[in-house]
């Protein structure tokens, strides 16, 4: 017989959930992508990790003096803050703490860290309470290559009391980033017929001279890998005896944050530490890599974490991963891009690999597609890397597109003031070649903002040279090492480093840069656009940015106060 019982009862629930709880990342995808394998439920009593990311203050004085700090012809232009001065600034207010904790402890949960800003509460719980705390939220044990996973199979709520006092709850939905490197066969590259780069290659083409390396005691650099993989002391050592004879190097990495495991070298991790001590030689080269411990943590956000946690980082980070915007939340977006500004106002630079998908394809419907932009690239406070080839693959000659160089505009983040007079004049420049208007989103952030050589790198991996590595996330550590080897020059004069740089390199209007206005790059294969994304052109454009770095001019401009 119906029970009107149950009826009463579900109706108060679905009552109850609406009025006590919301959704803070209403928009996340929270789909389990096909390469990873349903394992099984979490038991009730094993331990999860989750991080709380509470709400800041002044978040909007936090961008205006990011703005002011990194505007060349400002009188605050690189007056960097602190991280004490950035924690007073944006911590979270006494009644947020306090609410935030109390939401925890009335659940049990006391086993919380916080960072020097006081914005995240990293707390550690059983799944049962984990549940109970977020309603909605279902954990899942996933696998995929050996590397296990907890993640929640249906979106989570928060209790309305603490609804405004978060921004989201991360370890529940974003799956470890994907990387962006190419082997041969995905880009069908024709082996055999390249000159292929290595650090001669691009030290002859940037134009850095054997004494262009770093001598200032107090500088670094890093990049962040979030990886399964890792990269092996003895391979960048191999590397460095096979091709670093001409230009005075490191072999070694002074220091690694975070569990390096013993596992099989990966292409990915090894690129990005032999090439960007390759053009920023010399200088003291850091790894933020995997956190580790808990199943649950989503390792960009663990990194993101770290930032706030730190005095005393390296100037200059590189990072080679993306994921779609499509596929996360507003609210993880907006909070990770405040994290960028509180970098920025710190003087760290972050520099991020373009993707390689050229502009991406979105199936919408049947027969509707869009553009696909990813993210962190599109975040106006970070500095993305696009990707070139030689002209002539035999010699090193001029650069062109890379088809694969990501690049297009955000259909998150509103194009910042630094960019709209560039990316007006490419628009109104090419404006009866452009793809349709319903591809891509005109006032939108749009990126790359520089590049560099993206095809055909050799790399040593488990002690044996490979060679066609090719993507952005080569790119984006090259053009890292010389901002580093600029920073160098800076510090020894005296000069703050060089910061968020977009500012500064779109006043530069190209000076310092070979311009790369040959090829187009990748879009959706469909009638519309055949195949193509956007083309590059003079000046800027949204495949190569400004284009590519001519090491002593840029070293110039970029060396006044
Ligand atoms: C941040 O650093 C402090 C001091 O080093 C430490 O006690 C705390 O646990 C760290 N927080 C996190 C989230 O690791
Ligand atoms: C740098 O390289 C380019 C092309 O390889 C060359 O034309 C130029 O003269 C070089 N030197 C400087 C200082 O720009
Ligand atoms: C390399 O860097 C160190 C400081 O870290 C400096 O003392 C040394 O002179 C540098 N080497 C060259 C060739 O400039
Ligand atoms: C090096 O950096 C540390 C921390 O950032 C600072 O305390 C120290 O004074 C610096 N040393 C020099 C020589 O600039
Ligand atoms: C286009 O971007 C703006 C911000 O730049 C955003 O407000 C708007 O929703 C975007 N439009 C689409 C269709 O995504």
Known sequence: MFSPNRLTVSILLLFSSLVWSGYLEY?????????????????????????????????????????????????????????????????????TQKVVRHWLQTHGITNCLTVSTQDFLQCTMTAEVAETLLPGSKFHRYVRHGQTLVRSSAPYSVHDDVHQHLDFVGGLHRLPPRRQVLSMEQKHSKPGLHLGVTPYVLRERYNLTASDVGTAQNNSQAVAQFLEQYYHPADLAEFMSLYGSSFQHRSQVDRVVGTQGGGKAGIEASLDIEYIMSTGANISTWVFTNPGRHESQEPFLQWMVLLSNMSGLPWVHTISYGDDEDSLSTAYMMRINTEFMKAGVRGISLLFASGDSGAGCRHLSDKLNCFRPSFPASSPYVTTVGGT??????????????????????????????????????????????????????SGRAYPDIAALS???????????????????ASAPVVGGMLSLINDQRLLKGLPALGFLNPRLYKLKGQGLFDVTEGCHLG??????????????????????????????LLDVLLAE
């Open 455 to 473: 095809d055909n790198y050799w790399v040593v991996i488990n002690r044996a040279p490979v060679p066609w590595v090719s993507g952005t996330s």
């Open 27 to 95: 928009n996340q995808d929270v789909l389990i992508p096909e390469d990873w394998t349903h394992v099984s439920r979490v038991n009730p009593t094993d331990e999860l990790e989750l991080t709380f990311a509470l709400k800041q203050q002044n978040v909007n004085l936090l961008e205006e003096i990011l703005r002011l700090v990194s505007d060349p012809d400002s009188a605050e232009y690189g007056k960097h803050l602190s991280l004490e001065d950035v924690s007073s600034l944006v911590q979270p207010s006494e009644l």
């Open 524 to 553: 959706c294969l469909d009638e519309q656009v055949q195949g193509r994304g956007f083309c590059a052109a003079l000046s800027w454009d949204p495949v190569t940015g400004w284009g590519t770095p001519n090491y002593p001019a």
């Open 389 to 442: 080839s030689f002209k002539n693959p035999f010699k090193i000659s001029y650069e062109v597109t890379d088809y694969i160089s990501g690049g297009g505009f955000s259909n998150v983040f509103k194009m910042p003031d630094y960019q709209a007079s560039a990316v007006e004049g490419y628009l109104k420049a090419v404006a009866g070649a452009l793809p349709p208007q319903s591809y891509f989103n005109v």
